[in-house]
């Protein structure tokens, strides 16, 4: 998994700086299970992928920092442990030397609300919102997106941003189970209760900062629990208005790749405008004694992600003629 512009590769050259990368832990003390495609999960042991995760990444000693994608513990985990499970989780994070930095997920949002998650996270918003950017290096800025903005998980029961989501669900799902995509074609696959939406101050938000980043002529990467591009996901685990977000993003040229989680089996495309799109592979479906997990060098030019155990390594050259 990778691409290449053909351009000769500087050997031995170092990178601007690196960082660590996990997703979807899904962490539940439950027996192992199967997803609803039947797909094996590993409950308890994707604590210690973690584990090895936050080990490896102290090891190596460059990091500047390290990002979870979000599902930190599980929708299974039993509600009387949520707080203390996903503590738990954030604490085995906190051991790695350095920052870290949280995206919300669905399941996430299944154990706690907004209210109690985010201190946990240590997301700071007294709107609770969950997007947020930072700077590690001045050539660089990094945006975390909050896919559950508009959603039907998380916020209060009367909340506005859950009664626009469920008109939304209502309007373009007709299943009794918003969950199920029966009857849905294509794309359409996307509008179900366990993704969600960028909503229209967050979508100005993001305009100001893709704004100000190409102003201090700085590359962007773009970090979401959703995944932005159905080349690089299946249709079920898009953000429902990933269209609207990528029109936005390809007004500007400073976007060079967008991470995300959510849809465990990963995957990988470079869109139209040249814009790479890597979603993680799963740490909760490491059987025992195998990972997923990595971290990025990051160059002028490109970003290698290089993975452990489930995580394919992959090269992301940038346009050239994209450049500022």
Not at 8 to 37: C, E, K, M, N, T
Not at 265 to 288: I, K, N
Request: glycine share 8%.
């Amino acid at each position: 998994m990778g691409s290449s512009n053909g351009l000769a590769i500087a050997q031995g050259r170092q990178p601007l700086f690196s960082f660590g990368l996990i997703s979807d832990v899904q962490y539940a003390d439950i027996p192992d299970g199967r997803s609803f495609l039947g797909v094996p999960r590993y409950y308890r042991h994707s604590i210690l992928v973690l584990q090895r995760a936050v080990k490896e990444w102290n090891a190596h000693q460059k990091h500047k920092f390290v990002i979870n994608f979000g599902d930190i513990v599980d929708g299974y985990c039993p509600k009387d442990q949520s707080f203390d499970t996903v503590k738990k989780l954030a604490d085995e994070f906190e051991i790695f030397e350095g920052p870290v930095y949280h995206i919300i997920g669905n399941h996430c949002l299944y154990n706690l609300p907004r209210s109690k998650l985010l201190p946990l996270l240590k997301i700071q918003s007294p709107e609770c919102h969950a997007y947020y950017d930072f700077s590690p290096v001045p050539g660089y800025r990094f945006v975390v997106l909050d896919g559950y903005d508009i959603s039907a998980i998380g916020w209060p029961q009367g909340h506005p941003k859950t009664l626009e989501a469920l008109k939304f669900l209502q309007d373009k799902n007709p299943n009794v189970d918003k969950n199920s995509p029966t009857g849905l074609v294509g794309l359409e696959r996307r509008f179900l209760m366990f993704n969600g939406a960028v909503g229209k101050e967050q979508m100005e938000w993001l305009d100001g900062v893709l704004q100000e980043a190409t102003e201090l002529k700085q590359k962007v990467v773009i970090c979401c629990h959703l995944p932005l591009d159905p080349g690089a996901s299946s249709k079920e685990a898009l953000l429902w208005n990933y269209d609207e977000v990528m029109n936005l993003i390809h007004r500007y040229k400073c976007v060079k790749v967008c991470l995300a989680g959510h849809d465990h089996r990963g995957g990988y495309s470079v869109d139209s405008y040249g814009v790479h799109h890597r979603v993680l592979e799963a740490a909760l479906e490491c059987p025992p004694g195998t990972d997923a997990f990595g971290y990025v060098d990051v160059y002028d030019d490109r970003i290698s992600l290089i993975g452990t155990g489930r995580i394919e390594s992959t090269e992301m050259y940038f346009n050239a003629q994209a450049d500022l």
